[in-house]
């Protein structure tokens, strides 16, 4: 049993359930969350019997192994990780404006087949558990180091790999650790879910009452140019999705944040911004257009930066505000969209090119 897959506030219980004083498990929880340590050695105030249980793996503490880390020219850093099974997922550390975002995974791969989403060509491997995102997290704050001028994570937004709304189960759970004072402790309005309009589960991931934003990737202004470059399309219309945000659970001022990828040629026109306008005109909500970002055998173009500012201009104009997606970490294909893993994993199972 990985411990990490059990809410922190449950520890004290699976420490007695194993004949252990419940405050074990707070002390744990220290250990992982906030001095960033797995190991059972490391953890001073524990005694050998404690230290057993969780080498021995009754209560583990097991996470995926780092695969590799790459930094970009403007500091983004790509981590990859390698499941126990084989998969390797990725997730991205973003420093911009004296903040420092980091983005995670719920899927290996994704099925919802997007066009314009190279993570889509790796199709879906499965679902991660709640201690595999978390360990991203760990992870990632590993990296950026604990001395007390380390950057920390401030903001964590789900736009890695997969689909986070179609793994409900432990995207819920991990929510609930990452925002949880004995956990990572990170304030729920700091946590972005971004969804390509599962409308069923945006209503439940508003039941669940977590208080994370949401945003949901549109990136078509009408049902019919949608459905060519995102297939879910077809099962869940524009008004359907419209009407789930409608219901979410919003506090005051905060809006949803509607993703539109710019593609050229295609989405990008003048007239597609006027109706997107008109669309969103009765809601709270903001657009991030995003430019396209290419992969190797990608079937779109990145449109010229004058379209981009055109598309932005025009949404200006009508009232809805819009920020364009600065791209980060490009050079390591970190950016949106960029994300895929499959040949790698591979190698490691078969342990390389070696014969
Ligand atoms: N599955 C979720 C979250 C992951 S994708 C979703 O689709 O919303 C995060 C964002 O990247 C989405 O808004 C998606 O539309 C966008 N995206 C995907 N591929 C892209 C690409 N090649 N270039 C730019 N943005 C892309
Ligand atoms: Fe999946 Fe999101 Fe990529 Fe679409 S854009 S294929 S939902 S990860």
């Known amino acids: 049993m990985n411990l990490l897959d059990h809410s922190p506030t449950r520890w004290g219980d699976l420490l007695e359930a194993q004949g252990q004083p419940a405050y074990r498990g707070r002390q744990i929880a220290h250990w992982v969350f906030k001095r960033l340590t797995t190991d059972p050695y490391s953890m001073t105030n524990l005694p050998p019997a404690v230290r057993r249980l969780i080498e021995e793996g009754t209560l583990s503490l097991a996470l995926p192994s780092l695969l590799s880390s790459e930094s970009a020219d403007d500091g983004t850093c790509k981590i990859a990780l390698a499941l126990a099974d084989g998969p390797a997922i990725e997730s991205v550390l973003i420093p ?10 719920t899927q290996a791969g994704c099925g919802i087949g997007c066009r314009f989403c190279r993570t889509a060509s790796m199709g879906l491997i499965r679902n991660l558990t709640v201690s595999e995102i978390l360990a ?28 986070p709304l179609a793994n409900l189960d432990a ?20 946590i972005t ?7 069923p589960r945006i209503e439940a991931l508003g039941e669940a009452n977590t208080g994370v934003r949401l945003a949901v990737s549109l990136c078509a202004p009408d049902d019919a140019l949608r459905r060519t470059i995102m297939p879910l399309g077809r099962i869940y219309p524009i008004d359907q999705i419209l009407e789930a945000c409608r219901r979410f659970p919003l506090r005051n001022r905060d809006r949803i944040t509607f993703e539109y990828v710019l593609l050229a040629g295609v989405n990008d026109s003048p007239e597609m911004a006027r109706a997107l306008g008109r669309l969103l005109a009765p809601f709270r909500s903001k657009v991030n257009i ?12 990145r449109p ?49 090119d070696t014969p």
């Open 96 to 105: 911009r404006k004296g903040q420092m975002t980091l983005c995670l995974s």
């Open 136 to 163: 991203q997290w760990i992870v990632a704050a590993r990296q950026l180091g604990t001395s007390p001028n380390a950057p920390r994570i401030d903001h964590i937004v789900f736009m890695g790999m997969g689909e």
């Open 171 to 190: 995207l819920i759970p991990a929510i609930r650790a990452l925002t949880h004072p004995d956990g990572v402790g990170l304030s729920p309005r700091r």
């Open 193 to 199: 879910v971004s969804t390509s309009g599962l409308v």
């Open 290 to 301: 995003i430019p396209f970002n290419p992969f190797p055998g990608s079937p779109y173009a």
């Open 304 to 352: 010229s930066e004058a379209d981009v500012v055109r598309f932005h201009e025009i949404l200006g104009g009508l009232h809805i505000t819009a920020t364009v997606r600065k791209t980060m970490g490009p050079d390591v294909l970190a950016a949106c969209g960029q994300l895929a893993r499959e040949m790698e994993s591979q190698k490691v199972l078969t342990g390389g």
